[in-house]
């Protein structure tokens, strides 16, 4: 019995220290790994979905195609071909300047400029792939340097940039004067503009434009309808109901222009006769009238509006000068008052 | 009868006890030192005659039964801890960084960058490596829209970052003292070289954990920093969901 135990035991022992050897193998070595997590966030941006293309932002068919019209492409070429330009060509103006250039490969463009090379007045971004580009730049001002930087992409995304092209508005307008006393009165055949020339020595001519929309910014700008001496003009191409933008310069011999003065008016039926109505000094400009030229005895109408009244004797002269005077008045009124109501159509 | 009893006692059970008493004696010059191989190194065992790892939940226990000569003894300069679980007392740490948020992504600003660095301390004789995975494929998401994982051109990671114009990706570029050599580059090449240049050598994430530091000995008591630095970047030409992205990364540092 004994025996048997003392056996038993042995066996159990010596089992004991077999499974400690393999356990202690298996189990006793590894070391648990380290880890540690983080979130890493990124805030995205897109177009602001106002409904306006607004590439100042960086908006574009790409970032933002339900606001900016899908670019066009014209022709084919070979990717490998190279953007380029050639005929750059400034053209300047009083207070805006035209850039025309051409690219070897439709691309679309950006321009900047500003009066120094930061460029920072201004920006305009075609939408169309084009090779002959037309950029005009408005709101300049006159006989000031300016800088401009094209910057063009094509449809591959490859993009080239051109500048700083430096350009000089003409001379500014403020060494010879303005036209004085203007203004534009309706007449039954058309628009009666009066003015006085500037009293300058090199003063040249007046030159006046006209618009239908908006007032011509520069000489150069809308419809030429008179040049010369004179100091009025009736324009005759008008149309009732239409109103007229008209804008005057004066030119001096050096070639320099004023900066403008700016005057409207409507044509209307029944306006008065032309004949009723005198230049500032009096002189007939309608080339139609008889007395073309020639002073007027007695004016009714002069600058300011202001009546001339007939001589008599003082005390009906007075009470004659009242009259007139709430006539004139009231007549201003509902005239200023009917311009008003046809200017709002 | 009573002396063969004693015989057969002898012959049966003290003969094989004194056989195993002298096998238990000099088992430790038998079995108790270091084997390795070319991959592996055993560093400590012990044979005794007993011994396990158990737990509850609450607690666990590791024990050795038949261990001579252990606990605690000090002199004025060393202190000893003797036995076989106390030389297992080995460590590895990965420090905790805060998360990261990048630098938004606009119509106009197309890429963002960020870095973050976690310290990764061990006093493991055999060293460490770290390894870096997303929880999400492709790890950079919004409820909407995603950022592709980056691809490099070959296995190796790109120099650069380069995505086509319509694509959007997001990749990761490592530093660090211990960076392992795929993330290292010649001035022109990754996984080639000894430079680590911030900024260079791209890959993507993926939820397969992929190593990117290491060493091949403790590091203790300094440790070492490895820095991720991740990047999104938006093609000029792809249309990117507005909203919030998020990954969530995750480094695991394994003891060797």
């Given amino acids: 019995m004994i025996t048997k135990i003392f056996s038993h035991t042995t066996y159990r022992i010596f089992a004991s220290l077999i499974l400690s050897v393999v356990f202690s193998f298996f189990f006793s070595l590894p070391l648990h790994a380290a880890e540690n997590s983080i979130n890493v966030n990124l805030d995205v941006t897109s177009c602001n979905i106002n409904g306006i293309c607004e590439p100042e932002l960086g908006e574009n068919i790409f970032t933002c195609p339900s606001e900016c019209l899908s670019p066009t492409v014209t022709g084919s070429y070979p990717v490998n071909q190279t953007v380029f330009f050639r005929n750059v060509l400034v053209t300047t103006f009083f207070n805006k300047a035209i850039i025309t250039w051409q690219s070897s490969i439709p691309t679309l463009t950006t321009v900047r400029w500003g009066k120094t090379i930061d460029y920072n007045d201004g920006s305009l971004r075609t939408l169309v792939y084009t090779k002959n580009h037309r950029i005009e730049i408005t709101g300049l001002t006159p006989d000031t340097l300016y800088y401009a930087e094209i910057l063009s992409t094509d449809a591959f995304n490859r993009s080239l940039r051109f500048g700083a092209v430096p350009f000089l508005t003409l001379p500014s307008a403020g060494s010879i004067p303005n036209p004085t006393h203007v203004r534009a009165d309706t007449v039954r055949d058309g628009i009666f503009l009066s003015w006085i020339n500037p009293t300058y020595k090199n003063f040249e001519y007046i030159r006046i434009l006209k618009n239908t929309w908006e007032y011509p910014k520069d000489p150069f700008s809308g419809t030429l309808v008179y040049e010369g001496t004179a100091q009025s003009f009736l324009d005759k191409n008008v149309e009732v109901g239409k109103k007229y933008f008209y804008s005057l310069f004066a030119r001096s011999k050096e070639g320099n222009f004023s900066s403008g003065v700016f005057v409207s008016a409507g044509f209307v039926k029944d306006a008065p006769s032309s004949g009723e109505i005198t230049s500032p000094d009096g002189t007939i400009t309608d080339p139609s009238d008889p007395d073309f030229g020639s002073q007027r005895r007695r004016p009714t109408w002069i600058e300011r509006g202001d009546f001339v009244p007939a001589p008599v004797s003082s005390f009906f002269s007075m009470i004659w000068t009242l009259i007139i005077s709430l006539f004139t008045t009231l007549w201003n009124f509902f005239k200023g008052l009917y311009f008003s109501i046809i200017s709002l159509f | ?256």
Avoid at chain 2, 200 to 211: A, V, Y
């Fill in chain 2, 1 to 256: 009868m009573k002396k063969k009893n004693h015989k057969i006692l002898f012959k049966n059970t003290i003969f094989p006890a004194i056989i195993l008493l002298a096998v238990f004696t000099f088992s430790g010059k038998i079995f108790a030192q270091n084997m390795q191989s070319p991959s592996y190194r055993m560093q400590t065992d012990s044979l005794n005659v007993g011994g396990f790892e158990s737990s509850s939940p609450l607690y666990g226990l590791k024990d050795t039964l038949g261990e001579l000569a252990t606990g605690d003894s000090n002199s004025n300069s060393y202190f000893m801890k003797a036995g076989f679980w106390q030389m297992q007392e080995s460590y590895i740490s990965v420090s905790s960084p805060p998360d990261l948020t990048l630098p938004n992504i606009g119509i106009v600003q197309a890429s963002s960058e960020g870095t973050v660095s976690w310290t990764i301390m061990t006093d493991n004789p055999a060293g460490y490596t770290t390894s870096i995975s997303a929880s999400t494929v492709p790890a950079m998401k919004s409820p909407s829209d995603f950022f592709t994982d980056y691809a490099p051109s070959n296995t190796d990671p790109d120099y650069d970052f380069n995505i086509a114009p319509t694509n959007s990706a997001f990749g990761i570029s490592i530093e660090g003292t211990e960076v392992i050599s795929r993330w290292k580059n010649n001035g022109s090449l990754c996984n080639a070289g000894t430079l680590v240049t911030p900024g260079k050598c791209w890959d993507g994430l993926s939820t397969t954990p992929k190593t990117v530091s290491g060493s091949p000995v403790s590091n203790h008591p300094n440790g070492a920093e490895t820095t991720v630095r991740f990047k999104a970047e938006r093609g000029p030409n792809r249309i990117q969901d507005a909203g919030v992205y998020q990954a969530v990364i995750t480094i695991t540092a394994i003891p060797l």
